[in-house]
């Protein structure tokens, strides 16, 4: 097991999410603390121009591709839930 890089698209369904995505992007921020990386100069989670979601650089702990992207999708959709996020309320895309 090693700490791997997963890059993370969360795309927003509801219009009405859309429009508060500014306000969401520091409360996911926060919610992902202890795996966000700063790989992009922009910081470890990104909004969309158009607020329809977010990218997140996350950093797990795992033991394969495969693996990766099941800890970070898994990690992501904690913290959505946490956020008041239904799983019908976004889809989450990792690349790794």
Do not use: C, K, N, Q
Request: charged share 30%; no cysteine.
């Amino acid at each position: 097991m090693s700490v791997r890089p997963a890059t993370v698209d969360i795309s927003l369904v509801r219009p009405e999410d859309r429009e508060r995505s500014a306000d969401l992007l520091e409360r996911l921020r926060e919610s992902l603390p202890d795996l966000a990386t700063t790989a992009d100069p922009a910081g470890p989670v990104t909004r969309a121009d158009d607020g329809s979601g977010f990218t997140a650089h996350l950093h797990v702990t795992a033991g394969d591709d495969a693996e990766t992207e099941r800890v970070a999708r898994a990690e992501v959709v904690e913290a959505l839930g946490r956020l008041g996020f239904d799983d019908t309320d976004y889809t989450v895309d990792v690349v790794v």
